[in-house]
């Protein structure tokens, strides 16, 4: 079974610039979360989604960031406009249900490989 | 509010050495799960263990062991004779039954670098 597909895997870009960030879900896993992850701040959960609906999106920075859920097979992450302290590794997660019925899963997050975003 | 509490920023070990990485958390629910995950240079992040709070018995797989104790909030993870391939960030996590039923919203501590040296 194909994984949570993440791109770009990694974008150099200049401060200002709109930064797109594409995810693909395991197939039938009802939510997706965006964590982001620095140094400083270790991994961050920004925003999570459940049947393409945004549930709790406490941790998105600010309003340059955005997310996108428009079907349950992709989801996009944008900064606009980007700045230097953006620079961090973006990750993709989907899961089901914890008790999801009838549906095999042990409950934890399945990562994709990451985004690492460079602001110059 | 959830916290998870890595102590440890890094440790370096010898190859064949035991390394026991601390998770200390913090919630208000009665129900709760624990994660732990392993990220490896390769920068994925691998899921190894969940745990619910009802379930206080210790579990071992293979080399790894993991020892829950509700009395004292933490949830160490235990590497028996690491080898250099354990070398990766760990990483502890919770989410509260609430939360969890409903997808798995994680909270992450700040992590455990390990480096295991030949």
């Known amino acids: 079974d194909a994984g949570v597909i993440q791109s770009p895997r990694h974008e150099v870009t200049e401060m200002g610039q709109e930064v797109t960030l594409r995810c693909k879900p395991i197939?039938?896993?009802?939510?997706l979360f965006w964590y982001r992850q620095t140094m400083m701040r270790g991994l961050e959960l920004l925003i999570y989604?459940?049947?393409?609906?945004?549930?709790?999106d406490s941790g998105m920075p600010e309003d340059r960031f955005s997310a996108k859920m428009p079907n349950a097979s992709f989801s996009t992450l944008k900064i606009q406009p980007s700045e230097p302290r953006d620079s961090a590794v973006y990750f993709c997660?989907?899961?089901?249900?914890?008790?999801?019925?009838?549906?095999?899963?042990?409950?934890?997050?399945?990562f994709g490989e990451g985004s690492r975003l460079t602001v110059l | 509010a959830q916290k998870v509490t890595q102590a440890q920023t890094e440790i370096s070990v010898v190859e064949k050495e035991d390394v026991t990485l601390d998770c200390v958390y913090e919630?208000?629910?009665?129900?709760?799960?624990l994660f732990w995950y392993k990220q490896p240079p390769s920068g994925e992040l691998v899921f190894l263990i969940r745990?619910?709070?009802?379930?206080?018995q210790n579990e071992i797989s293979g080399r790894y062991s993991w020892n829950f104790q509700k009395s004292t909030s933490s949830f160490n993870f235990t590497i028996t004779a690491s080898q250099v391939v354990d070398s990766a960030v760990y990483f502890c996590?919770?989410?509260?039954?609430?939360?969890?039923?409903?997808?798995?919203?994680?909270?992450f501590g700040q992590g455990t670098e390990l480096s295991v040296k030949p």
């Open positions: 997660a989907s899961s089901l249900p914890g008790t999801s019925g009838g549906a095999r899963n042990t409950g934890e997050l399945f």
């Open positions: 197939s039938g896993h009802d939510y």
């Open positions: 989604f459940n049947n393409n609906v945004p549930i709790d």
């Open positions: 919630t208000r629910d009665t129900t709760y799960y």
């Open positions: 745990r619910n709070s009802f379930d206080e």
């Open positions: 996590a919770l989410s509260e039954a609430f939360i969890y039923n409903q997808g798995g919203k994680l909270i």
